[in-house]
């Protein structure tokens, strides 16, 4: 059984930071593979953290935005995200969540990611997932638990890496302007109007934006609208709506963009998520 997490409907936004997940030995396990379920309320976040072993953060339910010192990624259902060990991550919950999560061993299996990426969730890693939570520890390599969790292994060697990360710089001056877009994604300030209001050369903007995040100005601001209007499309908003509030001329600029981004029109973007099955569900 999955366990279950409620955020007090009386705590106030800026305590969330300080709500401490119920960790066990789930991350610590001599096995190369840990499963667990976890379900969240909707809003709830966790404090910073981290594991010693990397960890595969997937759900079933909901929409998660995980979060390091390095950035940003949004991850629906049908995705996930690798967080590889001894990573300081924090996780927000848009909507209710029901996470079902692997903790892999460092040793378990060579060329792990080394960095955060979000990935591509087949159907079997789905069905690998849901089956590892409820693998009894410890198991034996020459069980079909054992071989259940090599050809989960096997898996993770092919996750595909997904457009869903939003990196973020150190610069100050970076910050003011990436802190802007976020509070405001349909904010039109062109790059000379924040040379203007930083007093800084476009160039240098420019120059500043390809070096920290590897993007350019607008790319970066591209990104971040198309994260947000995720967010906003989990949470129900209509595409209208969602076009309107990033700053799009009109639906179909959005949903051009959203296509080019993601492959699929944002209307179904998330049409294969659904419930989770019985077996996983409160």
Known sequence: MPVLLHLDNNLRKKDMNKI?????????????????????????????????????IHAVRGVMVVSTAIGQWIVPPTRGIWMPPETTHWVRMVGEVHMRTVYIRHDAITGLPLSCKAVGISPLLRELILEAIHIPQPYTEDSRAGRLM?????????????????????DARLLTICKAIGAAPNDASTLEDWSTRLRIDVKTIQRLFARETGMSFGQWRQQAR???????????????????????????????????????VPSDFFKSTGKPPASTAN
């Not at 960790?23 to 593979?33: E, L, T």
């Open 226 to 264: 198309l994260l947000r209007a995720l967010e906003q499309l989990a949470g129900g908003t209509k595409v209208v709506d969602v076009a309107l509030n990033m700053g799009y001329a009109s639906p179909s600029a959005f949903a051009t963009m959203f296509k080019r981004q993601f492959g699929v």
């Open 20 to 56: 401490i997940p119920p960790f066990d030995s789930h991350d610590r396990s001599a096995m190369p593979v840990t499963g667990k379920a976890v379900d969240y309320d909707a809003d709830f976040c966790t404090a910073q953290h981290r594991h010693p072993s990397g960890q595969l």
């Open 150 to 170: 090599r050809l989960l292994l096997d898996e993770v060697r092919l996750l595909p890496t997904l457009p869903l990360h939003l990196p973020q710089p150190n």
